[in-house]
Nanobody
Framework: QVQLVESGGGLVQAGGSLRLSCAASGRTFGSYVMGWFRQAPGKEREFVAAISRGGGSTYFADSVKGRFTISRDNAKNMVYLHLNSLKPEDTAVYYC??????????????????WGQGTQVTVSS
């Protein structure tokens, strides 16, 4: 089992940048595909990005492709989401998630077994 704790959210102006961090517990972090999701008020939780176990492959939602990047540091049990060129529609609670079952990069919430508590990102216009 793994516990996930996100940090790095905040208030930023449109066009700005943030880096979200997710710290994972446990000694098997490198065996998990990691993902980021977000949920805006009144909307369903949606996929943002995923990264493979070794960090060599990434996958992004079309809405953030070219603006967000994802990275991980297995030695530190950390995964990061770099948010650039932020837009007001990026405002949401961002969640880190871990997928222990599959090796492929999934955008489905059902593929992820463990979730963090979320961190708020607010983008002002």
């Amino acid at each position: 089992q793994v516990q996930l704790v996100e940090s790095g959210g905040g208030l930023v102006q449109a066009g700005g940048s943030l880096r979200l961090s997710c710290a994972a517990s446990g000694r098997t972090f490198g065996s998990y595909v990691m993902g980021w999701f977000r949920q805006a008020p009144g909307k369903e939780r949606e996929f943002v990005a995923a990264i493979s176990r070794g960090g060599g492959s990434t996958y992004f939602a079309d809405s953030v492709k070219g603006r967000f990047t994802i990275s991980r540091d297995n030695a530190k049990n950390m995964v990061y989401l770099h948010l650039n060129s932020l837009k007001p529609e990026d405002t949401a609670v961002y969640y880190c998630a871990a997928n222990r079952k599959n090796s492929y990069l999934s955008g489905s919430r059902e593929s992820y077994d463990y979730w963090g508590q979320g961190t708020q990102v607010t983008v002002s216009s």
